[in-house]
């Protein structure tokens, strides 16, 4: 994937780069293979799951991980430019809830 990444954007220049039509298809292909694994959202804290609504259930992971717990995997999802991305846990959204 990220090999796809870099040939993806290697085209792309300027405005064009930070378009809508700029997103890789491998990343979406990641995003759907994280939310099917439940590995999407990890920064949910465990105290705020039970004020997600039902009908976005469907978005919290397998089990709420502590912060030490989500601080290892973001250590790991570092490494690559994908990896936070994929799992749905780059900014704005893990900021936003650290501050929550």
């Known amino acids: 994937?990220?090999?796809?990444?870099?040939?993806?954007?290697h085209h792309r220049h300027?405005?064009?780069?930070?378009?809508?039509?700029a997103i890789p298809p491998c990343l979406l292909r990641?995003?759907?293979?994280a939310?099917?694994?439940?590995?999407?959202?990890?920064f949910i804290p465990p105290?705020?799951?039970?004020h997600v609504p039902n009908e976005a259930r469907y978005l919290l992971p397998t089990e709420a991980l502590s912060y030490r717990e989500y601080g290892?995997?973001?250590?790991?999802?570092?490494k690559s430019?994908?990896?936070?991305?994929?799992?749905?846990?780059?900014a704005p959204d893990?900021?936003?809830?650290?501050?929550?």
């Open 72 to 78: 290892i995997l973001a250590e790991s999802m570092g």
């Open 81 to 90: 430019e994908l990896g936070a991305m994929s799992c749905n846990c780059s």
């Open 30 to 33: 990641l995003q759907r293979r």
């Open 35 to 42: 939310q099917e694994l439940k590995l999407w959202n990890l």
């Open 1 to 9: 994937a990220e090999a796809e990444l870099e040939e993806f954007l």
């Open 94 to 100: 893990t900021g936003n809830m650290e501050v929550l």
């Open 47 to 50: 105290r705020l799951v039970s």
């Open 14 to 21: 300027g405005a064009d780069r930070w378009s809508q039509n």
